[in-house]
């Protein structure tokens, strides 16, 4: 440990955590960090961008806590180029929801489930996201989810993981598993 180091021991600060890379764990890690988060008292919003028509466990199970809030932003997303608009406006949308929640100092966990893919597909305006997140309240913990996480939220975070495949059983053919993928 470096002497600079060795001074920021006692540190106390809410972290910028990134949850990317293609194997699976980036949603089920955030959920479980919100698990552990919960039990400490704290109030964690949720916000699922993309997701909205599956029947996530995770909706059911958090709603036996009365400090987890889990809001689904989108209707899936569609990803025809017809609809592009569609699915920035509801990116758009469900952004000024996060930015609201972010800025307001009502919580002590965000989760952005999914926000890399909004981001990496050029939805939602990254400049914007980072200025944001760079005003969030000390204390605030924020987690981005979703494969190809930006160079600049990578950049602008205290820790980032990546999930690796090893291997999956969707490669066997093998398709989602309920309350394991959803
Ligand atoms: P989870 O929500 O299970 O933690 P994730 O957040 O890491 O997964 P996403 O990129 O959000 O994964 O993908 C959503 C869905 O794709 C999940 O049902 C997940 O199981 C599946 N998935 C994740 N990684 C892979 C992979 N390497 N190959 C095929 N499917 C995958
Ligand atoms: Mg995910």
Redesign the pocket.
């Given at each position: 440990m470096t002497k600079e180091n060795k001074s920021k021991k006692g540190i106390k600060k809410g972290l910028i955590i990134v949850n990317t890379g293609?194997?699976?764990?980036?949603?089920?890690?955030a959920l479980g960090t919100s698990l552990r988060a919960a039990g400490n008292g704290f109030k964690v919003l949720v916000l699922q961008f993309m997701k909205g028509s599956w029947k996530y466990g995770e909706l059911e199970a958090f709603k036996k806590f009365s400090n987890v809030e889990i809001v689904q932003l989108g209707s899936g997303f569609t990803w025809h180029k017809e609809n592009l608009d569609e699915d920035r406006g509801l990116a758009e949308k469900g952004w000024q929801k996060a930015k609201d929640a972010i800025l307001n100092g009502d919580y002590q966990l965000i989760v952005l489930d999914?926000i890399n893919y909004v981001l990496s597909y050029g939805l939602l305006d990254m400049g914007n996201v980072i200025e944001v997140l760079e005003k969030k309240p000390k204390m605030l913990h924020v987690i981005l989810?979703?494969?190809d996480a930006m160079p600049e939220i990578i950049e602008l975070a205290d820790l980032v993981t990546e999930?690796k495949?090893i291997k999956?059983p969707?490669?066997d053919g093998i398709y989602?598993q309920k309350g394991i993928?959803?």
């Open positions: 293609n194997g699976k764990g980036k949603t089920s890690a999914e989810t979703g494969r999930m495949e999956h969707f490669k989602a993928e959803f």
